[in-house]
């Protein structure tokens, strides 16, 4: 292991992408403390100490933004803008037929579809930080039961102060994401993963921290243990796949033969990834978003279903929540799956490259089969999913550490899916120049 550790620093194309790559991320981690113009970092800082457990409506934006978003520094929005933005784009490949011709173009359509992304990211970008300008003016960023410097947040809240504050957060948007794409193409690849990944990783250390000083040094070694098992099983669950085997018929072109090999198809337990958990919160903040809003006045009876929504749906320790936020995920697991695969167009690809299933006829049937097996792994795909992503929140009805606890829902399967990525591709690139890669 220290020796293949040794290979990639005595290997110089390699050593310079690691090193760029680092790099890109110092200056990512070091937006994320710059405040934004005429933001009171003072006031801010008194708030985030005093609010540290709870993060209310933004937790998973500020997990993703690396804490950025409640320092409201220029890099605020992080990577969400375009995390959106990417799905948005990939799901209307459903509803609209150019974008889908545009996908099967190749590299020229690709490219085109990474333009609307990046459009469709600035204009996300513009709209949540007018959100969030907004909700700081109004005193409700750290909940409605914030203490008063908390509702002073910003130094001036004239028109052009909130312009310039919008067109900071929006540019640190864009400049992210070029951060991310200089990554990928000169770094060691997955850069907006990465971005990700090291924002979640950030968080890591004040966790812990915050565990420790609360909850002693006991229960500190505890959340480790427990921490440490779930990532071996989170590990175990994203390696594990479905292999479905595929044969090639021999052809004859000229004097050549073609095909006769056998392959697989690999069908993964968890082929949506961390989609569903975010669309499933994304879903379930609405209510309570609404709910912000339509607080009445200090002295004034608040409505019944507003009532009904703060007492069930923003505290993640009620079971109703619990319940809600599981079958969200399990349905958005579904839902996500069935737009990312499509049993038909892959049963065509085999047909027409003379591929098929043993025991099962090319065509319609290969369809139908791989439909079936896909809707059998998903089940407990979307249960492991739903299973992992309720872990804070039981971490918060037992033990009340529900931001302070860092081994569970998306911060979990985004920190072991990139991280075995990287480690991926790194390997892949040590075995272009050596004939041992990282990986054993």
Same mark, same amino acid.
């Given at each position: ?5 040794? @290979? ?7 050593? @310079? ?19 934004? *113009? !005429? ?59 150019? !974008? ?85 193409? @000169? ?17 890591? $250390? ?13 229960? !500190? ?42 392959? &697989? ?10 989609? *569903? ?18 607080? $009445?006045?200090?002295?004034?009876? $608040? ?21 809600? &936020? ?38 319609? $049937? ?25 872990? *804070? ?48």
């Amino acid at each position: 292991m220290f020796s293949a550790v040794a @290979r990639i620093f005595r290997t110089p194309d390699l050593r @310079r992408k690691i090193g760029f790559t680092l790099g890109i991320i110092a200056l990512y981690r070091l937006g994320s403390f710059v405040p934004a *113009p !005429f933001v009171d970092f003072g006031n801010v800082q008194a708030c985030l100490a005093q609010n540290q457990g709870t993060s209310g409506l933004y937790e998973l934006v500020n997990l993703f933004s690396g804490g950025a978003l409640l320092q409201l520094s220029i890099f605020a929005l992080g990577i969400m803008p375009y995390i959106t933005a990417s799905i948005i784009v990939q799901l209307l490949r459903v509803v609209i037929p150019h !974008f889908e011709t545009l996908h099967k173009e190749g590299q020229s359509g690709q490219g085109k579809l990474t333009q609307y992304t990046r459009y469709l990211t600035i204009f996300l970008g513009i709209l949540q930080s007018t959100t969030l300008i907004t909700v700081a003016r109004s005193g409700a960023l750290f909940g409605t039961n914030a203490s008063a410097e908390c509702s002073q947040l910003l130094t001036n809240d004239t028109w052009y102060a909130v312009l310039l504050m919008v067109i900071t957060m929006t540019a640190g948007t864009g400049l992210i994401m070029w951060f991310g794409e200089m990554i990928t193409e @000169r770094g060691i690849g997955n850069g907006m993963s990465l971005l990700i990944f090291t924002s979640i990783a950030a968080t890591f $250390p004040s966790s812990l921290g915050s565990i420790w000083a609360a909850k002693g040094f006991e229960t !500190f070694l505890l959340v480790l243990a427990v921490g440490i098992v779930i990532m071996m099983l989170v590990v175990f669950v994203e390696q594990s796949q479905r292999r479905i085997p595929v044969q090639y018929a021999k052809r004859m072109v000229g004097r050549r033969t073609y095909g006769g090999n056998n392959t &697989y198809i690999p069908i993964k337990v968890n082929m949506a990834g961390v989609v *569903p958990v975010i669309f499933a919160s994304s879903l379930l903040y609405l209510p309570a978003l609404i709910a912000q809003f339509n607080t $009445p006045a200090a002295g004034q009876e $608040p409505a019944a279903w507003v009532t009904w929504v703060t007492n069930y749906l923003v505290q993640g320790d009620h079971p109703l929540y619990m319940a809600l &936020y599981f079958l969200l995920i399990v349905g958005f697991t579904y839902f996500y799956v069935a737009i990312t695969f499509n049993p038909e167009e892959v049963a065509d690809n085999m047909k027409k490259y003379g591929g098929f299933i043993p025991g099962i006829r090319a065509g319609r $049937p290969t369809a139908e089969y791989l439909d079936y097996v896909l809707t059998r792994v998903t089940l407990p795909g979307s249960v492991y999913l739903g299973l992992v992503a309720l872990i *804070p929140l039981v971490a918060l009805a037992l033990v009340g550490a529900n931001a302070n606890f860092p081994f569970g829902g998306a911060s979990i399967l985004i920190i072991v899916g990139v991280g075995l990525e990287t480690v991926k591709q790194i390997d892949s690139q040590l075995q272009q120049r050596h004939y041992e890669g990282l990986l054993r």
